[in-house]
């Protein structure tokens, strides 16, 4: 069995990323992008799905885990009744390689080791030659190689890879995992140390441009870093999460493939890196964007590969039983052929966004915007499956009109802050259009809250993006009545379901966990209604949710109190590094985004 989710650290090289378990196995790992097929799959497996375990032979009496201040350098220490040992783990920051760096220190006594090295590509199921050449273990399957060198003598057994060994204090134990085309010649070999050396460099040079100087420095610094590692260095886009299939219930069927990216998510992340005076990924971001989204409006996907490849057909993987069972596992991810209105907000929002903070603007991204708007104006008034992608009927959702209008508002005050060409007569009346429609079909006055869509009676914890993105203000009694639903039918402990599970309306069997992204949402709209002090006691809460090296997942389960979904997620830590700036200061992304400011946004 694999372990508890809050049970895995995350090491990256922002090309593809690794799972180390508090075991110091590392079950899951994706070579060469985070897209590709694993060769470590035991998360959704077992052991003979790959991994790669280095830990005492012996029972471990405690487990402590920590990353190197301010860098994604893992350090795992077991204790046993024969000593201490630690265990490095890093995965160097080369522009042209990908290395997995794992340093065996000895700290106390003399603890007898063992080591299980188990490659099993293509998502667990296909067994690799194996051989020596000159001093390494060559595995090739296909596509793929991987040259483990390492200071101990391995040997095989059951198409397995082991190696017993006792590390002393002050001895140090290395092993170097290299993954490289199975056509082209062998890298050369690094030197381990001086990778761990060079990468804690790399990392501390990163955070040292960091401009937050709020109160929770710790919570946002280990979040970006987070946010650096699930980005694709060679395009700037960044996935959602590491992982694909870990559910959102256990035992259940809601497990989605999350190693892609959403322009979604665009304007949320803009703000977390310009905010935090991350310009150049930020630019990167944008760049993603824009070559993702070109092409006939129509053709705009919710979902893109980290280099903006369309076709992401969603395919189950019979051979996996799934994490803790829960079936089935998934690549690739359908919701890229769903219709989602709600993205074209989003584009616009972050263009915007990117426009104001002097981001590089040109014409070509305002023709792109134009005709974006224009395909919103001649199709707002359709169904749509909506932010949470659902599988059943489509719908008028009340946050995909929204984020509509949102589209043809900032378009509108782009063009006249930058003095742009646009039928701006046209575009107002649409907009007054809009935000009459919803506010006449998508408010229930009996229950004194907007609804989930027209003519439901229920309430969507997207709704709380309403006064977020300036549709109105958090004054407003409606947004008021909205607020106070939300809290009232969806939250559990003060944390935040997306919506209540109703087949019916999503297509699949009921039950999830509580959204975190929601949660702090929830602490941004208690921070612009003037409840400072729920928000503050809230936001400490979801703190106290992360994992012992500060990761967060994409849903908590209050009641078994383990994370679930998709690890570690970058919405999440998103969300966490706003809430943070929106409650270090006044002036913060919420009150920026909701106030529809004009100019540059707040600094870090």
């Known amino acids: 069995m694999p372990l508890p989710i809050e049970d895995y650290a995350l090491i990256g090289n922002s090309r593809t990323a690794a799972l180390v378990g508090r075991d110091g196995s590392i079950d899951w790992f994706c070579t060469p992008r985070f897209d590709s097929p694993a060769c470590f799959a035991a998360l959704l497996g077992t052991r003979d799905n790959g991994r790669w375990q280095i830990a005492p032979q012996h029972r471990v009496r405690t487990t402590h885990r920590r990353y190197r201040e301010q860098t994604l350098i893992l350090e795992t220490e077991f204790d046993t009744a024969e000593g201490r040992v630690r265990l490095i783990d890093c995965m160097p920051l080369w522009p042209d390689r990908t290395d997995i760096v794992r340093i065996v220190e000895g700290v106390r006594g003399r603890v007898p080791m063992r080591m299980e090295y188990i490659v099993r590509c293509g998502y667990g199921t296909v067994v690799p030659w194996v051989r020596r050449v ?52 062998r890298p050369l070999p690094i030197d381990p140390d001086a990778a761990v050396d060079m990468t804690e460099r790399a990392w501390h040079a990163w955070c040292g441009r960091c401009t937050y100087n709020g109160r929770w420095p710790d919570a946002v610094t280990r979040s970006l870093i987070t946010l650096k590692a699930l980005t694709y260095a060679p395009t700037g886009g960044i996935v959602a999460a590491a992982t694909t299939s870990l559910p959102e219930q256990i035992g259940g069927t809601r497990n989605w493939d999350y190693r892609y990216c959403w322009p979604r998510d665009a304007t949320f992340t803009l703000y977390a890196l310009l905010l935090a005076g991350y310009r150049d990924e930020a630019s990167a971001w944008r760049q993603w964007l824009l070559r993702a989204a070109a092409g006939r409006p129509q053709d705009l996907q919710i979902v893109y590969g980290v280099a903006g490849e369309r076709d992401l057909t969603e395919l189950a993987i019979p051979w996996l039983p799934g994490y803790e069972n829960s079936a089935p596992v998934r690549m690739g991810n359908a919701a890229a052929q769903q219709r989602q209105f709600d993205v074209y907000g989003e584009v616009i929002d972050a263009l915007c966004l990117a426009r104001n903070a002097g981001l590089d603007p040109d014409a070509n991204t305002w023709r792109l915007e134009r005709a974006l708007v224009d395909f919103v104006a001649a ?116 944390l935040v379901a997306r919506y209540g599970n109703a087949p019916a309306l999503d297509g699949l069997p009921a039950g999830e966990g509580m959204f975190l992204p929601c949660s702090f949402w929830l602490v ?81």
């Not at 006792?166 to 995992?177: D, K, N, S, T």
């Open 134 to 185: 000159e001093g390494a273990l060559l595995a090739t399957a296909g596509p793929d190689s991987l040259e483990l060198r390492s200071e101990v003598e391995p040997h095989g057994k059951d198409f397995t890879t082991v190696a017993t060994f006792a590390v002393a204090r002050g001895q140090r134990f290395r092993f170097v995992l290299t993954h490289f085309p199975s056509h082209e010649q």
């Open 379 to 494: 199709n707002w008034n359709k169904p749509d499956n909506g932010i949470w992608e659902v599988r059943g009927e489509q719908r008028h959702f009340t946050h995909s009109k929204v984020m509509a209008w949102v589209a043809v508002d900032r378009a509108i005050k782009e063009a006249e802050e930058g003095k742009l060409r646009a039928p701006l007569a046209r575009w107002r009346k649409l907009r007054s259009t809009m935000h009459a429609q919803i506010c006449r079909r998508g408010f229930d006055p009996n229950l004194s809250t907007f609804v989930q869509y027209y003519g439901a009676k229920e309430v969507d914890a997207s709704l709380l993006l309403i006064p977020l993105v300036g549709f109105l203000p958090p004054s407003d009694a409606r947004v008021r009545g909205t607020l106070a639903a939300v809290r009232r039918e969806l939250t559990v402990d003060g």
């Open 524 to 604: 941004d709209n208690l921070a612009l209604a003037g409840r400072r002090a729920a928000a503050e006691k809230l936001f400490e809460r979801l703190l106290a949710l992360r994992n012992d090296v500060g990761l967060l997942a994409e849903e908590y389960d209050p009641r078994a109190k383990r994370q679930l979904g998709n690890f570690p997620q970058a919405l999440t830590h998103v969300a966490l590094i706003n809430t943070a700036r929106n409650l270090s200061r006044s002036g913060g992304p919420s009150e920026h985004r909701s106030r529809r400011t004009k100019g540059r946004p707040p600094n870090g």
